[in-house]
């Protein structure tokens, strides 16, 4: 062994794994809870699916928990998730259980790639390839290219189906408003913008919110809320969870009937 066999090692690894996700049945843009809840129910499904992370590390907001404190809120309901995840809970009271932001994390990692989800971290989303006013894909680029505003052309990736789940700022949404000029599939035809916290509220309408908003193109998670219009909702992530998974439901049932991009 020397360093050049590790430094094959690894390109031969990684080279293999993104040649292998040129074409896809769903990308993911964002490693949050939501889109990680998302490719680990339709790589169970038996989907093809990858998640990009413009960021070092998967998680998005939840390894920080509320204010740098590393715990998290759940609901109730969200108890039957966790419980297959395998993440340890304690009750708060009758409907609320909190978790440690840094298992939860670590557990929705791993059970979403040994399901078969690849994640790429670094990699930023840039554009969005469409056909005939349908979404099939995105155009991405080293994370480090944009931070560094260096013009390099970036290279794109095929899918079936996208879904943004970059969090507050609805990211992919906002490409499609402005740089193919087409309009939401929202009340406003437009990404709304979050308002002010309102835990309860917030929680309610994110699974309300999580739907196609564009031909082939889905919103989950903190994105449904933003692109909506609905609140914040602080530390509390069951919805998140249950966004995730009604994603992967409504994509998994257009994937059997045969939805796809040409």
């Known amino acids: 062994m020397d360093e050049i066999d590790i430094s094959r090692a690894i390109i031969e690894d990684f080279t293999k794994n993104f040649i292998d ?43 920080g928990g509320g204010m740098m404190f590393n715990s998290i809120v759940i609901q109730k309901e969200v108890l039957r998730i966790f419980d297959e995840l395998g993440i340890a809970v304690r009750k708060f009271n009758d409907n609320l259980y909190v978790a440690s932001s840094i298992e939860t994390v670590s557990a929705l990692c791993y059970r979403a790639m040994k399901s078969g989800v690849k994640i790429f971290n670094l990699m930023s989303v840039e554009d969005v390839v469409i056909r005939e006013n349908v979404i099939c ?26 879904v943004d789940a970059t969090g507050h700022d609805a990211e992919i949404c906002r490409i499609v408003e402005r740089k193919i000029g087409q309009k939401l599939q929202t009340p406003t035809q437009t990404v709304a913008g979050e308002k002010s916290m309102w835990a309860e509220k917030g929680e309610n309408q994110i699974i309300e919110n999580t739907k196609e908003v564009y031909p082939g193109l889905f919103v989950c998670g903190m994105a ?35 939805g796809k991009c040409d």
Request: charged share 15%; hydrophobic share 45%; with cysteine.
């Open 21 to 63: 996700s040129l074409f896809l049945d769903v990308a993911i843009v964002g490693a949050g809870p939501s889109g990680l809840m998302c490719g680990y129910k339709l790589a169970q499904s038996g989907h093809k699916v990858a998640v990009f992370e413009r960021h070092l590390r998967a998680g998005g907001g939840m390894p």
């Open 137 to 162: 894909g995105i155009v991405i680029n080293w994370s480090s290219v944009m931070w560094s505003k260096l013009h390099v052309d970036p290279l794109s990736i095929k899918s079936n189906f996208v």
């Open 224 to 258: 449904a809320n933003a692109v909506f219009g609905s609140p914040r909702m602080g530390a509390v992530f069951g919805g998140m969870f249950l966004s995730g998974e009604k994603a992967a439901e409504m994509i998994d049932k257009k994937l059997k009937q045969g």
